[in-house]
Protein backbone atom coordinates (compact mmCIF):
# COMPACT_ATOMS: atom_id res chain seq x y z
CA UNK A 1 0.00 0.00 0.00
CA UNK A 2 2.54 2.36 0.81
CA UNK A 3 4.43 1.34 -2.47
CA UNK A 4 1.41 2.52 -4.18
CA UNK A 5 0.98 5.53 -1.95
CA UNK A 6 4.51 6.14 -2.81
CA UNK A 7 4.34 5.38 -6.39
CA UNK A 8 1.49 7.98 -6.81
CA UNK A 9 2.89 10.55 -5.06
CA UNK A 10 6.17 10.37 -7.41
CA UNK A 11 3.75 10.34 -10.37
CA UNK A 12 2.24 13.38 -8.99
CA UNK A 13 5.92 14.97 -8.45
CA UNK A 14 6.23 14.25 -11.53
CA UNK A 15 3.17 15.69 -13.37
CA UNK A 16 4.06 18.89 -11.45
CA UNK A 17 7.58 19.07 -12.43
CA UNK A 18 6.51 18.60 -15.50
CA UNK A 19 3.91 20.93 -15.55
CA UNK A 20 6.29 23.37 -13.97
CA UNK A 21 8.70 22.73 -16.69
CA UNK A 22 6.49 23.90 -19.41
CA UNK A 23 4.98 26.51 -17.29
CA UNK A 24 8.51 28.30 -17.80
CA UNK A 25 8.84 27.00 -21.50
CA UNK A 26 5.26 28.60 -22.15
CA UNK A 27 6.41 31.68 -20.18
CA UNK A 28 9.38 32.38 -22.16
CA UNK A 29 7.67 31.76 -25.85
CA UNK A 30 5.08 34.19 -24.99
CA UNK A 31 7.70 36.54 -24.00
CA UNK A 32 9.41 35.86 -27.19
CA UNK A 33 6.74 36.57 -28.77
CA UNK A 34 5.50 39.64 -27.50
CA UNK A 35 9.21 41.14 -28.08
CA UNK A 36 8.69 39.47 -32.15
CA UNK A 37 5.29 41.48 -32.01
CA UNK A 38 6.76 44.55 -30.83
CA UNK A 39 9.18 44.13 -33.32
CA UNK A 40 7.19 44.02 -36.02
CA UNK A 41 4.97 46.40 -35.09
CA UNK A 42 7.66 49.12 -34.78
CA UNK A 43 8.40 48.21 -38.05
CA UNK A 44 5.01 48.06 -39.47
CA UNK A 45 5.14 51.90 -37.80
CA UNK A 46 8.28 52.59 -39.91
CA UNK A 47 7.32 51.62 -42.86
CA UNK A 48 3.84 52.83 -42.32
CA UNK A 49 5.48 56.76 -41.83
CA UNK A 50 7.67 56.08 -45.05
CA UNK A 51 4.84 54.91 -47.12
CA UNK A 52 3.02 58.53 -45.86
CA UNK A 53 5.78 60.45 -46.77
CA UNK A 54 5.85 59.17 -50.40
CA UNK A 55 2.41 59.51 -50.89
CA UNK A 56 2.80 63.14 -49.68
CA UNK A 57 5.65 63.09 -52.08
CA UNK A 58 3.56 61.80 -54.89
CA UNK A 59 0.44 63.90 -54.38
CA UNK A 60 2.79 67.12 -53.75
CA UNK A 61 4.32 66.34 -57.59
CA UNK A 62 0.88 65.05 -58.92
CA UNK A 63 -0.30 68.16 -57.75
CA UNK A 64 2.52 70.23 -59.52
CA UNK A 65 1.51 68.49 -62.61
CA UNK A 66 -1.94 69.34 -62.58
CA UNK A 67 -1.20 73.14 -61.53
CA UNK A 68 1.20 73.19 -64.77
CA UNK A 69 -1.32 71.32 -67.21
CA UNK A 70 -4.43 73.28 -66.13
CA UNK A 71 -1.97 76.89 -66.38
CA UNK A 72 -1.19 75.66 -70.27
CA UNK A 73 -4.99 74.70 -70.57
CA UNK A 74 -5.72 77.77 -69.54
CA UNK A 75 -3.45 79.59 -71.47
CA UNK A 76 -5.28 77.94 -74.59
CA UNK A 77 -8.37 78.97 -74.13
CA UNK A 78 -7.37 82.55 -73.22
CA UNK A 79 -5.41 82.35 -76.81
CA UNK A 80 -8.63 80.73 -78.36
CA UNK A 81 -10.74 83.44 -76.55
CA UNK A 82 -8.48 86.63 -78.05
CA UNK A 83 -8.46 84.75 -81.97
CA UNK A 84 -12.66 84.81 -81.63
CA UNK A 85 -12.60 88.00 -80.47
CA UNK A 86 -10.71 89.17 -83.22
CA UNK A 87 -13.04 87.56 -85.43
CA UNK A 88 -15.85 88.84 -83.80
CA UNK A 89 -14.31 92.22 -84.34
CA UNK A 90 -13.49 91.96 -87.89
CA UNK A 91 -17.07 90.21 -88.63
CA UNK A 92 -18.64 93.62 -86.93
CA UNK A 93 -16.32 95.80 -89.19
CA UNK A 94 -17.59 94.13 -92.34
CA UNK A 95 -21.35 93.93 -91.09
CA UNK A 96 -20.78 98.16 -90.61
CA UNK A 97 -19.23 98.61 -93.68
CA UNK A 98 -22.27 96.19 -95.29
CA UNK A 99 -24.66 98.50 -93.60
CA UNK A 100 -23.15 101.17 -95.10
CA UNK A 101 -23.39 99.76 -98.70
CA UNK A 102 -26.85 98.96 -98.02
CA UNK A 103 -27.65 102.36 -97.32
CA UNK A 104 -26.57 103.56 -100.10
CA UNK A 105 -27.77 101.57 -102.47
CA UNK A 106 -31.24 102.45 -100.80
CA UNK A 107 -30.33 105.94 -101.26
CA UNK A 108 -29.37 105.19 -104.53
CA UNK A 109 -32.94 102.83 -105.40
CA UNK A 110 -34.51 105.65 -103.76
CA UNK A 111 -33.09 108.64 -106.23
CA UNK A 112 -34.06 106.26 -109.15
CA UNK A 113 -37.50 105.42 -107.79
CA UNK A 114 -38.09 109.66 -107.30
CA UNK A 115 -36.57 109.99 -111.19
CA UNK A 116 -38.34 106.81 -112.55
CA UNK A 117 -42.17 108.24 -110.98
CA UNK A 118 -41.34 111.81 -112.70
CA UNK A 119 -40.07 110.17 -115.76
CA UNK A 120 -43.75 108.04 -115.61
CA UNK A 121 -45.72 111.28 -114.70
CA UNK A 122 -43.37 113.04 -118.18
CA UNK A 123 -44.16 110.25 -120.13
CA UNK A 124 -47.72 109.76 -119.45
CA UNK A 125 -48.45 113.74 -120.31
CA UNK A 126 -46.55 113.29 -123.85
CA UNK A 127 -48.87 110.02 -124.19
CA UNK A 128 -51.81 112.41 -123.50
CA UNK A 129 -50.31 115.09 -126.08
CA UNK A 130 -49.64 112.54 -128.53
CA UNK A 131 -53.34 110.91 -128.39
CA UNK A 132 -54.97 114.37 -128.45
CA UNK A 133 -52.84 114.61 -131.63
CA UNK A 134 -53.54 111.11 -132.89
CA UNK A 135 -57.18 112.09 -132.25
CA UNK A 136 -57.16 115.45 -133.77
CA UNK A 137 -55.11 114.15 -137.37
CA UNK A 138 -57.43 111.06 -137.27
CA UNK A 139 -60.96 112.21 -136.16
CA UNK A 140 -61.55 109.13 -133.78
CA UNK A 141 -61.74 109.79 -130.17
CA UNK A 142 -59.21 107.32 -128.43
CA UNK A 143 -62.40 104.87 -127.09
CA UNK A 144 -63.44 104.93 -131.24
CA UNK A 145 -60.49 104.09 -132.08
CA UNK A 146 -60.47 101.20 -129.19
CA UNK A 147 -63.88 100.10 -130.35
CA UNK A 148 -62.19 99.82 -134.38
CA UNK A 149 -59.81 97.40 -132.67
CA UNK A 150 -61.50 95.29 -130.71
CA UNK A 151 -63.91 94.79 -133.74
CA UNK A 152 -61.38 93.42 -135.48
CA UNK A 153 -59.76 91.40 -133.39
CA UNK A 154 -63.12 90.27 -132.45
CA UNK A 155 -63.50 89.28 -136.20
CA UNK A 156 -60.23 87.79 -136.35
CA UNK A 157 -61.13 85.38 -133.60
CA UNK A 158 -64.35 84.33 -134.50
CA UNK A 159 -62.63 83.52 -137.47
CA UNK A 160 -60.12 81.50 -136.13
CA UNK A 161 -62.55 79.77 -133.81
CA UNK A 162 -64.84 78.80 -136.49
CA UNK A 163 -61.27 77.05 -138.19
CA UNK A 164 -60.89 75.37 -134.78
CA UNK A 165 -64.33 74.32 -134.87
CA UNK A 166 -63.67 72.68 -138.49
CA UNK A 167 -60.77 71.00 -137.33
CA UNK A 168 -62.37 69.49 -134.06
CA UNK A 169 -65.06 68.30 -136.25
CA UNK A 170 -62.43 66.69 -138.74
CA UNK A 171 -60.57 65.14 -135.97
CA UNK A 172 -63.67 63.80 -134.61
CA UNK A 173 -64.55 62.11 -137.66
CA UNK A 174 -60.92 60.90 -138.30
CA UNK A 175 -61.29 59.38 -134.80
CA UNK A 176 -64.67 57.98 -136.18
CA UNK A 177 -63.06 56.24 -138.71
CA UNK A 178 -60.31 54.60 -136.62
CA UNK A 179 -61.75 50.97 -137.71
CA UNK A 180 -61.15 52.50 -141.37
CA UNK A 181 -57.59 53.22 -140.01
CA UNK A 182 -56.79 49.92 -138.42
CA UNK A 183 -57.59 48.40 -141.47
CA UNK A 184 -55.54 50.77 -143.83
CA UNK A 185 -52.79 49.93 -141.70
CA UNK A 186 -53.15 46.06 -141.26
CA UNK A 187 -53.34 46.37 -145.25
CA UNK A 188 -49.86 47.86 -145.20
CA UNK A 189 -47.67 45.72 -143.47
CA UNK A 190 -49.30 42.70 -145.66
CA UNK A 191 -48.49 44.31 -148.42
CA UNK A 192 -44.32 44.13 -149.70
CA UNK A 193 -44.10 45.12 -153.28
CA UNK A 194 -40.75 46.29 -154.89
CA UNK A 195 -40.30 48.95 -157.59
CA UNK A 196 -37.93 49.46 -159.94
CA UNK A 197 -37.20 53.32 -160.71
CA UNK A 198 -36.87 53.95 -164.35
CA UNK A 199 -35.59 57.07 -165.78
CA UNK A 200 -36.31 58.90 -169.33
CA UNK A 201 -33.21 57.29 -170.40
CA UNK A 202 -31.17 54.18 -170.96
CA UNK A 203 -27.64 53.64 -171.24
CA UNK A 204 -25.49 51.00 -173.50
CA UNK A 205 -22.23 49.90 -172.53
CA UNK A 206 -19.59 49.56 -175.88
CA UNK A 207 -16.84 47.34 -175.69
CA UNK A 208 -14.54 50.39 -176.83
CA UNK A 209 -15.16 53.81 -178.08
CA UNK A 210 -14.43 52.73 -182.18
CA UNK A 211 -17.73 51.13 -182.84
CA UNK A 212 -19.32 55.21 -181.71
CA UNK A 213 -18.27 55.48 -185.22
CA UNK A 214 -19.53 52.42 -186.76
CA UNK A 215 -23.14 53.13 -185.09
CA UNK A 216 -22.71 56.95 -186.46
CA UNK A 217 -22.01 55.38 -190.02
CA UNK A 218 -20.92 56.91 -193.20
CA UNK A 219 -22.08 60.79 -193.03
CA UNK A 220 -24.69 59.74 -190.09
CA UNK A 221 -26.62 57.14 -192.05
CA UNK A 222 -26.53 54.69 -189.43
CA UNK A 223 -27.26 56.65 -186.31
CA UNK A 224 -30.44 58.65 -188.76
CA UNK A 225 -31.80 54.64 -189.77
CA UNK A 226 -32.15 54.01 -185.83
CA UNK A 227 -33.40 56.94 -184.93
CA UNK A 228 -36.15 57.08 -187.60
CA UNK A 229 -36.99 53.55 -187.08
CA UNK A 230 -37.25 53.64 -183.12
CA UNK A 231 -38.12 57.40 -182.66
CA UNK A 232 -35.30 57.25 -179.50
CA UNK A 233 -32.60 59.93 -179.98
CA UNK A 234 -29.23 58.41 -179.65
CA UNK A 235 -26.67 60.42 -177.60
CA UNK A 236 -23.08 59.07 -178.48
CA UNK A 237 -20.09 61.67 -178.22
CA UNK A 238 -21.39 62.29 -174.23
CA UNK A 239 -19.87 59.05 -172.54
CA UNK A 240 -16.78 57.16 -172.85
CA UNK A 241 -17.65 53.44 -174.07
CA UNK A 242 -21.61 54.37 -173.74
CA UNK A 243 -24.74 55.79 -176.04
CA UNK A 244 -27.26 56.94 -174.51
CA UNK A 245 -30.73 56.62 -175.57
CA UNK A 246 -33.29 59.45 -174.36
CA UNK A 247 -37.01 58.96 -175.41
CA UNK A 248 -39.99 59.48 -172.78
CA UNK A 249 -41.38 56.59 -173.89
CA UNK A 250 -40.20 53.79 -172.31
CA UNK A 251 -41.19 50.70 -175.22
CA UNK A 252 -39.69 52.92 -177.53
CA UNK A 253 -36.20 53.11 -175.39
CA UNK A 254 -36.14 49.30 -174.53
CA UNK A 255 -36.76 48.56 -178.11
CA UNK A 256 -33.84 50.69 -178.92
CA UNK A 257 -31.38 49.22 -176.31
CA UNK A 258 -32.38 45.60 -177.43
CA UNK A 259 -31.86 46.29 -180.85
CA UNK A 260 -28.23 48.50 -180.49
CA UNK A 261 -27.46 45.43 -178.41
CA UNK A 262 -27.76 43.18 -180.83
CA UNK A 263 -26.26 45.73 -183.81
CA UNK A 264 -22.93 45.18 -180.98
CA UNK A 265 -23.13 41.56 -180.84
CA UNK A 266 -23.64 40.94 -184.15
CA UNK A 267 -20.80 43.52 -185.80
CA UNK A 268 -22.88 44.60 -188.88
CA UNK A 269 -24.17 47.79 -188.56
CA UNK A 270 -25.64 48.85 -192.00
CA UNK A 271 -29.02 50.41 -192.23
CA UNK A 272 -30.24 46.98 -194.06
CA UNK A 273 -28.98 45.22 -190.97
CA UNK A 274 -30.57 47.97 -188.61
CA UNK A 275 -33.89 47.27 -189.69
CA UNK A 276 -33.81 43.34 -189.45
CA UNK A 277 -33.09 44.04 -185.66
CA UNK A 278 -35.39 46.63 -185.42
CA UNK A 279 -38.46 43.95 -186.08
CA UNK A 280 -36.50 41.20 -183.96
CA UNK A 281 -36.24 43.42 -181.28
CA UNK A 282 -40.04 44.49 -181.33
CA UNK A 283 -41.79 41.45 -181.58
CA UNK A 284 -39.09 40.25 -178.47
CA UNK A 285 -40.39 43.59 -176.57
CA UNK A 286 -43.91 42.43 -177.54
CA UNK A 287 -43.49 39.13 -176.65
CA UNK A 288 -41.75 40.56 -173.07
CA UNK A 289 -45.52 42.95 -172.96
CA UNK A 290 -47.31 40.37 -173.24
CA UNK A 291 -46.16 38.05 -170.89
CA UNK A 292 -45.73 41.53 -168.00
CA UNK A 293 -49.52 41.80 -168.57
CA UNK A 294 -50.38 38.10 -167.87
CA UNK A 295 -48.15 37.65 -165.24
CA UNK A 296 -49.29 40.93 -163.84
CA UNK A 297 -53.28 39.44 -164.48
CA UNK A 298 -52.51 36.74 -162.57
CA UNK A 299 -50.87 38.40 -159.57
CA UNK A 300 -54.18 40.09 -159.43
CA UNK A 301 -56.25 37.28 -159.49
CA UNK A 302 -59.46 39.11 -160.27
CA UNK A 303 -60.89 37.34 -163.55
CA UNK A 304 -59.79 37.09 -166.96
CA UNK A 305 -59.15 40.58 -168.70
CA UNK A 306 -59.71 41.54 -172.19
CA UNK A 307 -56.36 41.29 -174.44
CA UNK A 308 -55.63 44.88 -175.39
CA UNK A 309 -55.71 45.36 -171.01
CA UNK A 310 -53.26 42.41 -171.23
CA UNK A 311 -50.99 44.51 -173.77
CA UNK A 312 -50.73 47.83 -172.07
CA UNK A 313 -50.85 46.28 -168.41
CA UNK A 314 -47.41 45.03 -169.29
CA UNK A 315 -46.59 48.40 -171.06
CA UNK A 316 -46.96 50.02 -168.03
CA UNK A 317 -43.95 47.85 -167.16
CA UNK A 318 -41.74 50.72 -169.06
CA UNK A 319 -43.71 53.51 -167.75
CA UNK A 320 -42.77 55.28 -165.08
CA UNK A 321 -44.38 58.33 -162.44
CA UNK A 322 -42.57 60.30 -160.38
CA UNK A 323 -39.77 57.48 -160.51
CA UNK A 324 -42.68 54.79 -159.52
CA UNK A 325 -42.94 52.02 -161.63
CA UNK A 326 -46.50 51.85 -162.78
CA UNK A 327 -47.06 48.66 -163.00
CA UNK A 328 -45.63 47.61 -159.44
CA UNK A 329 -47.60 50.45 -158.80
CA UNK A 330 -50.70 49.12 -160.33
CA UNK A 331 -50.12 45.56 -158.41
CA UNK A 332 -49.44 47.42 -155.31
CA UNK A 333 -53.33 49.11 -155.68
CA UNK A 334 -54.32 45.86 -156.20
CA UNK A 335 -53.54 44.21 -153.14
CA UNK A 336 -54.15 47.13 -150.73
CA UNK A 337 -57.38 47.75 -152.01
CA UNK A 338 -58.38 44.27 -152.07
CA UNK A 339 -57.57 43.72 -148.41
CA UNK A 340 -59.18 46.46 -147.33
CA UNK A 341 -62.15 45.50 -149.28
CA UNK A 342 -62.36 41.95 -147.61
CA UNK A 343 -61.74 43.71 -143.90
CA UNK A 344 -65.10 46.32 -144.77
CA UNK A 345 -66.99 43.34 -146.49
CA UNK A 346 -67.70 44.43 -150.17
CA UNK A 347 -66.74 43.05 -153.37
CA UNK A 348 -63.28 42.22 -153.36
CA UNK A 349 -63.19 41.92 -157.08
CA UNK A 350 -64.71 44.41 -157.90
CA UNK A 351 -62.20 46.34 -156.04
CA UNK A 352 -59.44 44.56 -157.63
CA UNK A 353 -60.73 44.63 -161.15
CA UNK A 354 -60.99 48.68 -160.70
CA UNK A 355 -57.37 48.80 -159.08
CA UNK A 356 -56.02 47.04 -162.38
CA UNK A 357 -57.69 49.70 -164.45
CA UNK A 358 -57.36 52.58 -162.99
CA UNK A 359 -54.10 53.75 -164.80
CA UNK A 360 -53.81 51.69 -168.01
CA UNK A 361 -54.45 55.03 -169.55
CA UNK A 362 -51.39 55.68 -169.24
CA UNK A 363 -49.72 53.57 -171.70
CA UNK A 364 -51.90 55.46 -173.84
CA UNK A 365 -51.39 59.62 -172.82
CA UNK A 366 -49.10 59.98 -175.53
CA UNK A 367 -51.49 58.83 -178.25
CA UNK A 368 -55.11 59.99 -177.22
CA UNK A 369 -55.82 62.94 -175.99
CA UNK A 370 -57.26 63.65 -171.94
CA UNK A 371 -56.52 62.53 -168.57
CA UNK A 372 -55.07 59.13 -167.85
CA UNK A 373 -58.56 58.46 -165.88
CA UNK A 374 -60.97 59.17 -168.03
CA UNK A 375 -58.74 57.05 -171.25
CA UNK A 376 -59.02 54.02 -168.64
CA UNK A 377 -62.89 54.53 -167.72
CA UNK A 378 -63.00 54.79 -171.50
CA UNK A 379 -61.42 51.60 -171.97
CA UNK A 380 -63.27 49.48 -168.98
CA UNK A 381 -66.46 51.30 -170.61
CA UNK A 382 -65.94 49.82 -174.37
CA UNK A 383 -64.81 45.98 -173.12
CA UNK A 384 -67.64 45.62 -170.79
CA UNK A 385 -66.84 45.83 -167.59
CA UNK A 386 -69.16 47.05 -164.61
CA UNK A 387 -70.72 50.00 -164.06
CA UNK A 388 -69.37 50.13 -160.92
CA UNK A 389 -65.96 49.15 -162.15
CA UNK A 390 -65.53 52.05 -164.24
CA UNK A 391 -66.60 54.50 -161.66
CA UNK A 392 -63.96 53.62 -159.34
CA UNK A 393 -61.94 54.30 -162.04
CA UNK A 394 -63.49 58.00 -163.55
CA UNK A 395 -63.43 58.77 -159.88
CA UNK A 396 -59.81 57.77 -158.30
CA UNK A 397 -58.52 61.14 -159.10
CA UNK A 398 -61.86 63.12 -158.46
CA UNK A 399 -62.43 64.03 -161.70
CA UNK A 400 -65.78 62.81 -160.61
CA UNK A 401 -67.20 63.07 -157.37
CA UNK A 402 -67.21 59.27 -156.24
CA UNK A 403 -70.03 57.93 -154.54
CA UNK A 404 -69.35 53.78 -154.31
CA UNK A 405 -67.62 52.35 -151.64
CA UNK A 406 -64.86 50.95 -154.30
CA UNK A 407 -64.12 54.05 -155.71
CA UNK A 408 -63.43 55.61 -152.76
CA UNK A 409 -61.28 52.23 -151.60
CA UNK A 410 -59.27 52.87 -155.00
CA UNK A 411 -58.72 56.70 -153.95
CA UNK A 412 -57.08 55.67 -150.75
CA UNK A 413 -55.55 52.50 -152.23
CA UNK A 414 -54.05 55.02 -154.80
CA UNK A 415 -52.84 57.30 -152.34
CA UNK A 416 -51.28 55.19 -149.85
CA UNK A 417 -49.03 53.25 -152.79
CA UNK A 418 -48.11 56.79 -153.81
CA UNK A 419 -47.71 58.61 -150.87
CA UNK A 420 -45.64 56.38 -149.11
CA UNK A 421 -42.04 56.90 -148.41
CA UNK A 422 -39.40 56.31 -151.27
CA UNK A 423 -42.34 55.48 -153.64
CA UNK A 424 -42.05 58.90 -155.39
CA UNK A 425 -39.45 61.40 -155.99
CA UNK A 426 -39.85 65.12 -155.86
CA UNK A 427 -37.97 67.45 -157.69
CA UNK A 428 -35.14 69.37 -155.48
CA UNK A 429 -36.31 72.53 -157.25
CA UNK A 430 -39.50 72.62 -156.43
CA UNK A 431 -38.43 71.47 -152.96
CA UNK A 432 -35.99 74.31 -152.49
CA UNK A 433 -39.12 76.35 -153.82
CA UNK A 434 -41.68 75.84 -151.35
CA UNK A 435 -39.04 76.57 -148.40
CA UNK A 436 -38.29 80.14 -150.05
CA UNK A 437 -41.44 80.87 -150.39
CA UNK A 438 -42.17 79.54 -146.28
CA UNK A 439 -39.42 82.02 -145.30
CA UNK A 440 -40.44 84.69 -147.23
CA UNK A 441 -44.34 84.91 -146.52
CA UNK A 442 -43.16 84.65 -143.00
CA UNK A 443 -39.76 87.63 -143.51
CA UNK A 444 -42.97 89.83 -144.85
CA UNK A 445 -44.42 90.21 -141.26
CA UNK A 446 -42.72 93.75 -139.63
CA UNK A 447 -41.08 92.71 -136.49
CA UNK A 448 -39.74 89.71 -138.05
CA UNK A 449 -35.62 89.57 -137.25
CA UNK A 450 -35.00 85.89 -139.16
CA UNK A 451 -37.05 82.72 -140.42
CA UNK A 452 -35.79 79.31 -140.29
CA UNK A 453 -38.09 76.65 -142.57
CA UNK A 454 -36.89 73.01 -140.94
CA UNK A 455 -38.09 69.39 -140.52
CA UNK A 456 -38.65 69.96 -145.08
CA UNK A 457 -40.98 72.75 -144.73
CA UNK A 458 -43.39 71.25 -141.95
CA UNK A 459 -42.55 74.10 -138.99
CA UNK A 460 -41.51 77.99 -139.84
CA UNK A 461 -39.57 79.58 -136.80
CA UNK A 462 -39.51 82.54 -136.61
CA UNK A 463 -37.56 84.88 -133.99
CA UNK A 464 -38.91 88.37 -133.77
CA UNK A 465 -38.08 91.47 -132.27
CA UNK A 466 -38.61 91.50 -128.42
CA UNK A 467 -39.36 95.59 -128.18
CA UNK A 468 -41.54 95.32 -131.07
CA UNK A 469 -43.55 92.54 -130.61
CA UNK A 470 -44.92 91.42 -127.17
CA UNK A 471 -46.08 88.36 -126.19
CA UNK A 472 -49.66 88.69 -127.23
CA UNK A 473 -48.89 90.02 -130.76
CA UNK A 474 -46.55 87.28 -130.72
CA UNK A 475 -49.83 85.14 -130.75
CA UNK A 476 -51.56 86.89 -133.43
CA UNK A 477 -48.09 87.00 -135.67
CA UNK A 478 -48.04 83.18 -135.29
CA UNK A 479 -51.90 83.14 -136.90
CA UNK A 480 -51.41 86.18 -139.38
CA UNK A 481 -48.42 84.26 -140.84
CA UNK A 482 -50.31 80.32 -140.53
CA UNK A 483 -53.18 82.51 -142.59
CA UNK A 484 -50.74 83.81 -145.19
CA UNK A 485 -49.10 80.25 -145.59
CA UNK A 486 -52.69 78.83 -145.66
CA UNK A 487 -53.94 81.20 -148.11
CA UNK A 488 -50.64 81.49 -150.39
CA UNK A 489 -49.26 77.73 -150.36
CA UNK A 490 -50.36 74.51 -151.09
CA UNK A 491 -48.84 71.81 -148.75
CA UNK A 492 -48.84 68.45 -147.35
CA UNK A 493 -50.26 68.14 -144.15
CA UNK A 494 -49.66 70.70 -141.48
CA UNK A 495 -47.27 73.20 -141.24
CA UNK A 496 -46.16 74.44 -137.44
CA UNK A 497 -45.68 78.58 -137.10
CA UNK A 498 -43.16 78.92 -133.89
CA UNK A 499 -42.93 82.79 -133.19
CA UNK A 500 -40.00 82.89 -130.63
CA UNK A 501 -39.67 85.92 -128.38
CA UNK A 502 -37.09 86.83 -125.46
CA UNK A 503 -36.61 82.48 -125.06
CA UNK A 504 -40.65 82.22 -125.44
CA UNK A 505 -42.35 80.12 -128.63
CA UNK A 506 -45.93 80.79 -129.65
CA UNK A 507 -47.19 78.05 -131.52
CA UNK A 508 -49.71 77.46 -134.33
CA UNK A 509 -50.67 74.56 -136.20
CA UNK A 510 -51.71 75.40 -140.07
Request: aromatic letters at 2%.
Amino acid sequence: MEIVIGIIIGAAAGVLVTAAAGYRWLQSRLSSHASEQAELLEAARAEGETIRREAQVAAREESVKLRAELDEELVEKRREAAEIEARSEATQRELRSRQGEVERREQSLADREANTAAALVAAEDAQKEQLEQLEQLSGMTTQEAKDQLLTQTEELARRDAAKMVRQVEEEAQAEARARARDIVGDALQRVAASHASEMTVSVVELPSDDLKGRIIGREGRNIRALESLTGVEFIVDDTPQAVVLSAFDGVRREIAKVTLTKLIDDGRIHPSRIEEMYYQSKAEIEDIILKAGEQAVFEANCGKFHEEFVKLLGRLNYRTSYGQNVLKHTLEVVHLAGLMAAELGISVKAAKRAAVLHDVGKALTHEVEGSHASISAELARKHGESETVVHAVEAHHYEVEPRTAEASLLIAADAISASRPGARGESLEKYIERLENLERIAAEKEGVERVYAIQAGREVRVIVTPEKIDDDEAVLLSREIARSIEDQLEYPGQIKVTVIRESRAVEVAK
